[in-house]
């Protein structure tokens, strides 16, 4: 068994590891992407069907994460020439053009240095991880699928909706939240100010736990 000393796994709310990476669309740094949000995920290798429709179903979801300023960036520990093979199959196949680059990864240096590979699901692969970097380059989210299973696009979408929305308003969302929906108060933290909580016009079920709307 290798050591897992090897295998590093990045933390939330920390900064993001730096790369320098060749892409489909070019080099690329983390750097680059100073000012907007970045979804980086991984898929196990180019020419497989679940990944296919992951690809897919970024690719449609482009324009509502450009909307959100947020950016897509692909990897694989597959060489950029089967990237540009695949994307272009893709294309030809499924009538569907790859927006977003795609990284080179064959010496695994990004893949290790985000935890994406899993020795317990393979060494020489990346397992389905998807990575959340806010506009400063800190880690805000992580989200690991089994190699068997493909991804919500739409849960990335109202993730990404949710971390904005605690963002800007200093609140937390519910299970499932969705733009529209009511936000979680911040709960009081002194005695005096939980006996303040039920006077202060929320939708306050306890002291603890009061939701209104943005």
């Not at 800190?138 to 993730?159: C, H, K, Q, T, W």
Request: proline letters at 7%; a negative charge.
């Amino acid at each position: 068994m290798e050591n897992a000393a090897q295998f590093s796994f990045p933390r939330l709310n920390e900064p993001a590891p730096a790369f320098n990476v060749r892409t489909t669309h070019g080099e690329r740094s983390l750097a680059d992407y100073r000012g907007k949000w970045l979804i980086l995920f991984s898929h196990p290798a180019d020419f497989t069907p679940v990944c296919t429709t992951e690809f897919i179903g970024f690719a449609n979801a482009a324009p509502k994460f450009a909307e959100m300023n947020c950016e897509l960036l692909g990897l694989s520990i597959d060489s950029l020439f089967s990237h540009l093979a695949w994307t272009r199959n893709i294309k030809e196949k499924f009538g569907v053009d790859i927006p977003f680059p795609i990284i080179e990864d064959i010496k695994m240096d990004v893949a290790r240095a985000y935890g994406m590979v899993h020795p317990g699901a393979a060494d020489t692969q990346a397992v389905r991880a998807t990575f959340f970097i806010d506009p400063n380059g800190v880690l805000r989210a992580m989200v690991y699928y089994p190699m068997s299973n493909g991804r919500s696009i739409d849960e990335f979408v109202r993730l990404l909706q949710a971390l904005q929305a605690s963002d800007e308003h200093g609140v937390a969302t519910p299970e499932n939240w969705c733009p529209g929906k009511d936000v979680i108060v911040s709960p009081p933290k002194t005695t005096e100010a939980a006996d303040k909580r039920a006077t202060e016009g929320y939708n306050t079920v306890d002291w603890y736990f009061s939701t209104r709307s943005l």
